[in-house]
């Protein structure tokens, strides 16, 4: 081990892992602690993948509850409980279902389980632990929408997801809860599982629907903006997340007023968030949307118990990768959509990474920037280009080679990418500038790549400054004239 | 033959899931992939046969994703993440420990074929920092000592971990009678009947 620790900080000891204490072997990362749990009840079952689980524990109750509904109303009912998407956009799923076309069928439903943004996993333990419920929500869905085909797209890398839902269709198929004649009624549909082979912008929903029609998973060009308009087969098209749909069966078999009777008026319900770094006892918790604070989430007893001993917190990032990074001045703030877009971040997809006071930010933010420099799918130059040219100029200055001139380099590089004031998180008294950014590229990856460069110059800019004071000429290599290049 | 009397079978069923067959490229490059242990010039122009595409088409596609391969790996991937978690809890150090014992560089093969070692981006196990997969099946935790021993129950065949190339051990079947039926976008012009019906209910 002969570099320095790449964040500053020697990783040993790891978090004390024993069982008990929420943590459960057969679900690694999951922590079971006090508090509502919707989607997540199973988790405590070794078995909670099986129908026979399943179906002992209310499985499929949300179906037979939604049958006796007519869709209008099913779809009411999502509409009513502001069940807020669980991807990164949180855009209301009811009213996105809305924007259909009337009459043009087909419509198609797609969920989207290629979770692969820097610091998220929760659809990859709904689809190991709990597959049934998954599609049982995508019945409920298909049948309030009028949708006879679901494909259901998993991350390339989750083998045991794509083993778990494979199983849970098969037995769901036997059963009569998927494919023809659901449940003795008229009501058919075929759940397909689908799966990708590495490639992070599969997750953006045009990009996943190319990857699903047998193509290179690059983004579509907007407009349309959404696939509800012109999706796969160019037919009206769905893309749920599958945190998203996960919630459907309870939410059917308890009703929307039950469902608002957890989180904020505005964000109800709860939320997964996956929260690592330097903590006592990172984990993945379902928490109540909208009313937890940050603060709560890292330092509350009943969640992450605070940064490993002997350290304080430097930053954190509040929601994945992509998201512009806050600080301390930023615990308190709920983990709602709307305060943290206010305050310049985003709470994206529920994933929130802590750093410690050990870790150096040019070198951390250099790792998220080459993460999407490397993810890259090429078809718009600022991105293509711009991310490399950002990654290449971070190493460079964590190698001692950095130029004075780099800081405004690595700005103005940000700023083609995303034209204008780049979203910061306010901290002494200044505005911020609010979440989303205005960008040159056809998805938001690009502009991505920025965050974690525009927030450690704002905040750090003396760690960057510290780097390239060094300032040994740059050797001058002379080739002679006539020597091969 | 490219492909087994065996995949053929499963390819064909695949490919009737789907309301067009090209939709159908991706899991049977992964069948493929799971025959071979990569993706051999032979499959790759069987598969475009079956599903309507030239065979440049197919290679353009797998080129665009990570996990396939044009060229023999390793039996076992070893992907160590390095990303933001992970990179907080020593994952560099844990991918520089396991080039050093494998004696290889990133990317690279062991002479025996036994290993391949690539540094990973985010694997969705970031509370389990530092974190790797083989072939795709988790290990969270570990420490240099736990990788040493990990290798060595690999070597041993007692890890449970199928060859690269086989991701799920249980494949999706579906029987003839209970599939709902499958046909392209242009033959599904109505509404499904529990939507009709609903519409004249509602009228009534």
Redesign the interface.
Same mark, same amino acid.
Do not use: K
């Given at each position: 081990?002969?570099?320095p620790?790449?964040?500053g900080?020697?990783?040993?000891p790891?978090p004390d892992?024993s069982a008990g204490d929420g943590y459960l072997p057969h679900a690694?990362?999951y922590v079971l602690n006090d508090g509502p749990k919707l989607i997540t009840g199973r988790f405590v079952h070794e078995d909670s993948f099986t129908l026979a689980r399943y179906e002992s524990t209310g499985g499929y109750e949300g179906l037979r509850a939604a049958l006796e509904m007519?869709?209008?109303a099913v779809h009411d009912e999502v509409r009513s409980a502001t069940l807020l998407g669980r991807g990164g956009a949180g855009f209301p799923a009811g009213v996105k279902w809305g924007f259909l076309p009337p009459?043009k069928?087909?419509y198609y439903l797609v969920v989207n389980g290629d979770?692969?943004?820097?610091?998220?996993?929760k659809d990859?333990l709904l689809m190991e632990r709990d597959p049934h419920q998954l599609i049982e929500g995508c019945l409920i869905a298909c049948?309030a929408?009028?949708?006879?085909?679901c494909f259901l797209y998993v991350?390339?890398?989750?083998?045991?997801a794509?083993?778990r839902?494979?199983?849970a269709?098969?037995e769901a198929?036997?059963a009569?809860y998927?494919?023809?004649g659901i449940c003795g009624?008229?009501?058919?549909?075929?759940i397909?599982?689908?799966?990708?082979?590495?490639?992070?912008i599969v997750g953006e929903e045009t990009a996943l629907i190319e990857?699903?029609?047998?193509?290179?998973?690059?983004p579509r060009l907007k407009p349309p903006y959404f696939p509800a308009a012109v999706g796969l087969?160019?037919?009206p098209t769905i893309v749920n997340n599958v945190e998203t749909l996960s919630n459907l069966p309870w939410l059917m078999v308890n009703g929307a007023d039950a469902y608002k009777g957890f989180g904020s008026e505005s964000s109800p319900g709860t939320r997964m968030f996956?929260?690592?770094?330097?903590l006592r006892r990172?984990?993945?918790y379902e928490v109540e949307h909208g009313v937890t604070t940050f603060r709560e989430l890292i330092y509350g007893d009943n969640f992450c118990r605070g940064i490993r001993d002997g350290h304080e917190l430097k930053m954190f990032?509040p929601g994945g990768?992509s998201a512009p990074w806050f600080f301390e001045d930023h615990l308190d703030l709920p983990l709602e959509a709307r305060p943290v877009g206010a305050a310049g971040s985003m709470l994206g997809s529920g994933?929130i990474?802590v750093?410690d006071d050990t870790?150096d930010a040019v070198?951390?933010a250099w790792?998220?920037v080459k993460?999407f420099a490397?993810?890259s799918?090429g078809k718009c130059t600022p991105c293509r280009e711009g991310t490399t040219w950002l990654e290449q100029i971070l190493r460079r200055i964590l190698d001692g080679e950095g130029r004075p001139s780099d800081i405004d380099l690595l700005l103005d590089i940000g700023d083609n990418i995303s034209p204008g004031p780049y979203p910061v998180a306010a901290h002494d008294g200044a505005d911020a500038v609010p979440f989303p950014p205005r960008q040159t590229t056809i998805c938001p990856l690009g502009p991505s790549a920025v965050a974690p460069v525009v927030s450690t110059i704002r905040r750090f800019r003396e760690e960057y400054e510290s780097k390239i004071t060094r300032r040994d000429p740059i050797p001058l290599e002379v080739v002679p004239a006539g020597a091969p290049q | 033959m490219t492909l087994s009397d065996a995949n053929e079978a499963q390819a064909a069923e695949i490919i009737g899931?789907?309301?067009?067959p090209?939709?159908?490229?991706? !899991?049977l490059?992964?069948l493929a992939q799971a025959q071979d242990g990569y993706l051999t010039d032979g499959a790759m122009r069987r598969i475009a046969e079956l599903?309507g595409?030239t065979p440049a088409e197919v290679k353009?596609?797998?080129g665009? @994703?990570?996990?396939?391969r044009f060229e023999p790996v390793g039996t076992y991937l070893v %992907?160590v993440c390095? %990303?933001?978690?992970c990179?907080?809890?020593?994952?560099?150090?844990l991918l520089?420990?396991a080039c050093e014992s494998l004696d290889v560089e990133v990317g690279g093969t062991t002479d025996d074929g036994m290993f391949t070692v690539e540094e990973?981006?985010?694997?969705?196990?970031?509370?389990?920092? !530092?974190c790797l997969?083989v %072939? @795709?099946? @988790?290990r969270?935790?570990v420490?240099?000592a736990d990788f040493d021993r990990l290798i060595e129950d690999l070597r041993a065949g007692r890890a449970g971990i199928a060859g690269h190339g086989v991701?799920?051990?249980?494949?999706?079947?579906?029987?003839a009678?209970?599939?709902?039926?499958?046909v392209? !976008?242009e033959q599904?012009?109505?509404? !499904?009947?529990?939507?009709a019906? %609903?519409d004249v209910?509602?009228v009534r």
């Open positions: 081990m002969g570099t620790s790449a964040a900080g020697h990783p040993a790891l892992r690694p990362g007519t869709p209008a009459g069928h087909p979770e692969s943004e820097p610091g998220t996993y990859r049948y929408l009028g949708l006879q085909q991350r390339g890398e989750m083998a045991l794509q083993e839902i494979a199983a269709l098969n198929y036997e009569g998927v494919g023809r009624r008229d009501f058919s549909v075929d397909v599982m689908a799966w990708g082979a590495g490639a992070y990857s699903l029609e047998g193509r290179r998973g690059m087969y160019g037919q996956a929260v690592s770094g330097h990172p984990g993945v990032i990768g994933a990474v750093m870790t070198r951390a790792r998220v993460f490397r993810e799918c | 899931w789907f309301p067009r090209r939709s159908a490229l991706i !899991p490059l992964h599903v595409a353009g596609t797998a665009f @994703y990570e996990m396939f %992907n390095t %990303n933001i978690s990179l907080l809890w020593g994952g560099e150090e520089e420990h990973a981006e985010c694997i969705a196990a970031c509370t389990e920092a !530092p997969q %072939n @795709y099946r @988790y969270g935790r420490t240099p991701l799920a051990q249980v494949r999706q079947s579906i029987p009678e209970r599939l709902a039926g499958v392209p !976008p599904a012009r109505e509404a !499904p009947v529990w939507l019906r %609903n209910e509602a």
